[in-house]
């Protein structure tokens, strides 16, 4: 098999017990690898309505049929299960060098089951997997416990471990990857709090074995081709970092402040992209094998967070834990990023969370005595100690660490219509009323408030029309294939998207799978099999109970146009969206209250996903 190591392996933390079975060939070509085998593992594996933190639930690490190939942006890694945000299948993808560990294991799957009865850490070599006792890690931030496990297991093999968060089972908390060039973090949906409740600290993989390409002359022309557009279409990223979106997305009018109640603001850019890179730049970093170089460290150098040396706040980290909290103090989301990334903690759940908890001092549901400080808008010194606090579920942290729904749902129907989250996640920094195809995308997403379930990127382009509901159902129809597509593949939706590749699936997707396999498809098959994997990630969710009642969005969405700046008035009313739903269940060939058919299950040989 061209492209696959051709195995899955699976390991019973609990009994020590582990399996390979083979990856067969017409497996592989059905659900390709990545986010498609994560969720066929997921469904076909874990009973339905079980607690997240049962341990028959699971944690697959997946890789992709370009995984380790000339293309850049392969190295990327996908992990599923079932999220203890909102118990639904979760899939997330992280970067660095650990894909390409993985791949050369070859294991397409590592499947992690079971709950061990003391902390261990998993090591996974080409003949299998080897427990090791993690009690002297426990309790580590992720950094420290990465090194830690490399001085005693070599530096030929790479980490992807938790923090205190997910030990503490922080209901969005994350993993953390470090290599020489590149940190890698699988952050949302809480996958790590999975892995604490199984007494999993690390993952750790190392191997030989050498992938084979079915042509890998013809990946490396393909490369060739989009060499000058990878090039021009990432100039910005290589320059500034994903910052670069802080400043278009301001002068759109969709970036969020104070908990979305505005979405502009003169002052965005003292947390912008220049600032960044003139003030606190050391130096470039990048995936393994990528000529982007889009990850950046940064130091800084004076006022009350000098001495901070880390990497740099993505986009979503900024947005998050910056304007939409009303803090604009560069250095402090430094602190924040390094913060979240050492604990263990998905940066945009957090910052949301954060910043719905101020919005809910300031209206009097919460008072400063149930928080334990003082809670302000831009009060960047309480952020960062909430931070730490939840990840230890200390004091008003445990509040915190189950995440903003919850924490609405306990103080009540007006609290909760300050709440930005589609079905428990809190929703990413593209605007859910500037962006009408992120209007039906959110409300539809399988991870709800994810914005790689359908895309942003393409709705930024100046030919698009962001501002009309016509034809955003069929658009967020054929991202979300676009997306499903790519996460199994696994690809960075930056080379893709920006490197001359396409935002929609194509024939140079077709040409770039077909190298890599020599299987023959075309798009009609490529695109089916991004549908199938939609479809079989809603039939995970439908059985765990969504519905039409779950693809909704916030009340402030809803019902709060956007008060002033250039997308002033924008919002996403209820019957425009119930207008959009009915469209995009119509396409998708599924009912009106968002089930899908047995006969388009049946279509897309998912018989099995039918309901008993």
């Not at 402040?257 to 505005?262: A, K």
């Not at 798009?523 to 969710?541: D, M, S």
Request: aromatic share 8%; net charge neutral; hydrophobic share 35%.
């Amino acid at each position: 098999m061209y492209g696959y190591g051709g195995r899955a392996l699976t390991i019973d933390v609990g009994s020590g017990r582990q399996t390979v079975e083979a990856v067969e060939a017409g497996f592989a070509r059905t659900y390709l690898g990545g986010n498609g085998f994560a969720v066929k593992f997921c469904y076909d594996r874990i009973p339905a309505g079980i607690d997240p933190f049962d341990p028959r639930n699971l944690v697959v690490f997946c890789t992709g049929p370009v995984t380790e190939s000339p293309i850049p942006g392969n190295s990327r890694g996908c992990m599923g299960g079932k999220s203890p945000l909102n118990g639904l299948f979760f899939d997330s993808t992280y970067g660095g060098r650990f894909p390409g560990a993985q791949r050369h294991t070859g294991f397409d799957a590592i499947i992690l089951a079971g709950a061990a009865a003391e902390p261990v850490y998993v090591v996974v070599d080409e003949q299998g997997a080897t427990l090791k006792s993690a009690k002297d890690l426990w309790g580590k931030r992720t950094l420290e416990a990465a090194q830690t496990i490399l001085g005693l297991e070599g530096q030929d093999g790479d980490v992807m471990s938790i923090g205190p968060a997910g030990e503490n089972r922080v209901r969005f908390s994350s993993l953390a990857h470090y290599w020489k060039n590149r940190e890698g973090i699988a952050a949302r949906g809480g996958l790590a709090a999975v892995l604490g409740s199984k007494n999993v600290k690390a993952l750790v993989v190392r191997g030989k074995q050498k992938p084979e390409f079915a042509n890998a002359e013809a990946l490396k022309g393909l490369v060739a081709e989009m060499r000058e557009p990878l090039k021009t279409g990432t100039f910005n990223l290589h320059t500034y970092g994903t910052p670069n979106l802080v400043k278009s997305i301001n002068t759109m009018g969709g970036l969020g402040f104070f908990n979305n109640r505005m979405e502009c603001s003169p002052d965005a850019e003292q947390v912008g992209a220049e600032r960044y890179r003139e003030e606190f730049r050391q130096k470039d970093t990048t995936c393994n094998k990528c000529s982007v170089a889009c990850g950046k460290t940064f130091e800084v150098k004076a006022g009350e967070y000098a001495g901070t040396v880390w990497k740099m706040p993505e986009y979503e980290s900024i947005y998050a834990l910056g304007p939409m909290c009303g803090n604009l103090d560069p250095a402090s989301l430094i602190k924040a990023e390094e913060l979240c990334d050492q604990l263990g903690l998905d940066t945009i759940s957090m910052g949301v969370t954060i910043a719905f908890a101020m919005e809910c001092v300031e209206r009097g549901f919460l008072t400063e005595r149930q928080v334990g400080m003082p809670l302000r808008w831009g009060d960047h010194r309480a952020i960062n100690r909430l931070i730490e606090m939840t990840a230890r579920r200390e004091g008003f942290g445990d509040v915190l660490a189950d995440g903003s729904a919850r924490m609405a749902a306990a103080l009540g129907p007006e609290a909760q219509k300050l709440t930005y989250a589609v079905k428990g996640l809190e929703i990413a920094g593209h605007s859910a009323r500037a962006l009408k195809g992120m209007s039906i995308g959110y409300a539809t997403g399988t991870r709800g408030g994810s914005h790689h379930d359908t895309r942003p990127v393409p709705q930024y382009s100046p030919d698009f029309d962001r501002r009309s509901p016509d034809g955003k159902a069929a658009f967020a129809v054929r991202s979300q294939d676009f997306a499903a597509v790519g996460d199994s593949l696994i690809m960075c939706r930056f080379t893709t998207e920006r490197g001359g590749y396409g935002v929609f699936l194509n024939d140079n997707y077709v040409r770039m799978v077909n190298a890599a396999t020599g299987w023959g498809l075309d798009l009609a098959e490529l695109t089916r099999i991004g549908e199938r994997i939609v479809n079989l990630e809603r039939a995970f969710n439908c059985r765990e109970g969504i519905s039409r009642k779950d693809d909704t969005l916030p009340w402030r969405v809803q019902h709060e146009p956007i008060p002033e700046g250039p997308s002033k008035g924008m919002y996403c009313p209820p019957e425009e969206l119930d207008r959009m739903l009915d469209q995009y269940y119509d396409l998708r060939g599924w009912t009106r209250d968002g089930i899908p058919t047995p006969e388009r299950l049946t279509a897309l040989d998912l018989a099995a996903a039918i309901p008993a």
